[in-house]
């Protein structure tokens, strides 16, 4: 019987059982740190978000008292109408009575007329700057929707690094990194835009 080459089975087993501890080891170790650099991201995207709500939340509160005063100048406008129609109805009794009226009550309807007009301006001012302030908020509410849509993908990445640090499974941390990139471009996109 011809003798073949002797392999030495007790080394080979531990060899090939150390090489697979060093491979996973260090798939283990790329998993961690692409994981922790997402989880970078995601933070940043997080305070950003959080930033971006909170100031589109104070400019539709300032909006929202804008819109009060407005209506409060609007209520007044109506209030000095009112006063120039009771003192023009009161001028028409005079005249109906066959009296001059009094100067004053003409003097009054011109002061009323005069007053309305530099309210209306006031009233439609605290509206053009309340359209301002809700067109800015809804811009950083946008904003803020981008940066809360990337903290969802970097999430997203950071449970498939998870999982695929668990089962050692390589294709699951290419997806891990695919879903953190489509994060990392998302959140750029919002950055930038």
């Known amino acids: 019987m011809p003798e073949g080459p002797e392999i030495e089975t007790e080394n080979l087993h531990e060899t ?3 090489e697979l501890e060093k ?14 650099f997402i989880a970078v991201f995601a ?28 209506s ?13 129609y009771v003192h023009a109805a009161s001028q ?4 109906a009575a066959g009296k001059e009226p009094p100067e004053k009550l003409q003097k009054d309807i011109e002061r009323y007329g005069e007053e309305q007009a530099e309210i209306k301006k006031e009233a439609q001012a605290l509206e053009k700057e309340r359209d301002a302030k809700a067109e800015e908020s809804e811009h950083f509410l946008h904003t803020h929707h981008g940066y809360a849509n990337a903290v969802t993908l970097f999430q997203v990445a950071i449970a498939l690094g998870a999982v ?3 089962t050692k499974n ?6 891990s990194l695919v879903v ?14």
């Open 16 to 18: 090939i059982k150390e």
């Open 23 to 36: 491979e996973g080891g260090g798939l283990l170790k790329t998993i961690a740190l692409t994981t922790a």
């Open 43 to 70: 933070a940043i995207a997080a305070l950003k978000a959080g930033a971006t709500v909170n100031h589109a939340l104070f400019l539709k509160t300032e909006a929202t008292q804008l819109q009060a005063k407005a």
């Open 72 to 84: 409060d100048q609007w209520a007044y406008y109506q209030a000095k109408g009112i006063k120039a």
């Open 92 to 95: 028409n009794a005079w005249l």
């Open 164 to 166: 695929a640090a668990l």
């Open 170 to 175: 390589r294709p699951v941390w290419w997806g």
């Open 180 to 193: 953190g990139l489509a994060g990392l471009v998302l959140f750029g996109m919002t950055l930038l835009g």
